[in-house]
T-cell receptor
Framework: GENVEQHPSTLSVQEGDSAVIKCTYS??????FPWYKQELGKRPQLIIDIRSNVGEKKDQRIAVTLNKTAKHFSLHITETQPEDSAVYFC?????????????FGKGTHLIIQP | EAGVAQSPRYKIIEKRQSVAFWCNPISGHATLYWYQQILGQGPKLLIQFQNNGVVDDSQLPKDRFSAERLKGVDSTLKIQPAKLEDSAVYLC??????????FGSGTRLTVV
């Protein structure tokens, strides 16, 4: 089955700086890669996703890049703000029918220092 | 659009007792998932339903966990008997084909 590794487990950055979280996956058939933000005691919220036919996707301060050859994808947050503090999870799956449950990484605790 | 509804929000039981969780997905979402999220970890898929059929239950501990989705809409997840290591948040999610996955708020289970 799929295995997703996520690094770092904790990331502390100064407000206004950029943050990068990296994930690798093992199943070359995986074609859908979402990123979730989870605040303490709350549900995971989708913040951005990318499919394997695209190398990069951007939404305001958030971007995701995908390297299919190396089987890794990354989340980039620019101009970080205090409200960006949360745990971020990457995930992967083979989307498009059949068994498409998400395999998650272990999470990155992002701390924005004022 | 109403979200994924789950109940109860919290449950405390003693080990060896049984417990059930309920989920109502977003209207029209044919696919429903149950995940287990242990504190400090990412969610782990337990079971996936497509309408009322099981698509994937490879990670469900079938000796104690069971789930059903009889009419292809809402679903229940049961644990019997519970163990201490079952303490976790149980998340339900639903999706449309090629659509995003939407999670419910979860049920926080504490087994003492």
């Amino acid at each position: 089955g799929e295995n997703v590794e996520q690094h770092p487990s904790t990331l502390s950055v100064q407000e206004g700086d950029s943050a990068v979280i990296k994930c690798t996956y093992s199943d070359s058939a995986s074609n859908y890669f979402p990123w979730y933000k989870q605040e303490l005691g709350k549900r995971p919220q989708l913040i951005i996703d990318i499919r394997s036919n695209v190398g990069e996707k951007k939404d305001q301060r958030i971007a995701v890049t995908l390297n299919k050859t190396a089987k890794h994808f990354s989340l980039h947050i620019t101009e970080t703000q205090p409200e960006d503090s949360a745990v971020y999870f990457c995930a992967a799956t083979v989307s498009g029918g059949g068994a498409d449950g998400l395999t998650f990484g272990k999470g990155t605790h992002l701390i924005i220092q004022p | 659009e109403a979200g994924v509804a789950q109940s109860p929000r919290y449950k405390i039981i003693e080990k060896r007792q049984s417990v059930a969780f309920w989920c109502n997905p977003i209207s029209g979402h044919a696919t429903l998932y149950w995940y287990q999220q242990i504190l400090g970890q990412g969610p782990k898929l337990l079971i996936q339903f497509q309408n009322n059929g099981v698509v994937d239950d490879s990670q469900l501990p079938k000796d104690r966990f069971s789930a059903e989705r009889l009419k292809g809409v809402d679903s229940t997840l049961k644990i019997q008997p519970a163990k201490l290591e079952d303490s976790a948040v149980y998340l339900c999610a639903s999706s449309q084909p090629l659509g995003g996955y939407t999670f419910g708020s979860g049920t926080r289970l504490t087994v003492v």
